[in-house]
């Protein structure tokens, strides 16, 4: 079975910093992309950042570039999502998302019909 389990998410004044951890289990790791989709209430779902397990390669968003930074430990079939600078516009909820032979491009927009694993998600709540 399938499993992504988020963590990490909580409260944080705007300019702190947040490290979600998305623990993944019941897939080869090495197979899949891996990353976080966010949603605000009111506001569509928007791909956030994407590792790709067997290369390293990574894909931001515009609006976390700079600012967010993903990594992947192989070894923990884990993926952590660094936040700093945080501002109230981050405030949402954070997905873990994989997909399976995905390629990663720096400059193409994550497409959430691509991923055919969810975690529950994790709230994020930055204060002004």
């Known amino acids: 079975e399938v499993q992504l389990v988020e963590s990490g998410g909580g409260l944080v004044q705007a300019g702190g910093s947040l490290r979600l951890s998305c623990a993944a289990s019941g897939f080869t790791f090495d197979d899949y992309a891996i990353g976080w989709f966010r949603q605000a209430p009111g506001k569509e779902r928007e791909g956030v950042s994407l590792?790709?397990?067997?290369?390293?390669?990574?894909y931001y968003a515009d609006s976390v570039k700079g600012r967010f930074t993903i990594s992947s430990d192989n070894a923990k079939n884990t993926v952590y999502l660094q936040m700093n600078s945080l501002k109230p516009e981050d405030t949402a909820i954070y997905y873990c998302v994989a997909a399976e032979g995905v390629v990663v491009v720096p400059t193409t927009p994550l497409n959430d019909r691509g991923f055919d694993y969810w975690g529950q998600g994790t709230q994020v709540t930055v204060s002004s």
């Open positions: 590792i790709s397990s067997n290369d390293g390669s990574t």
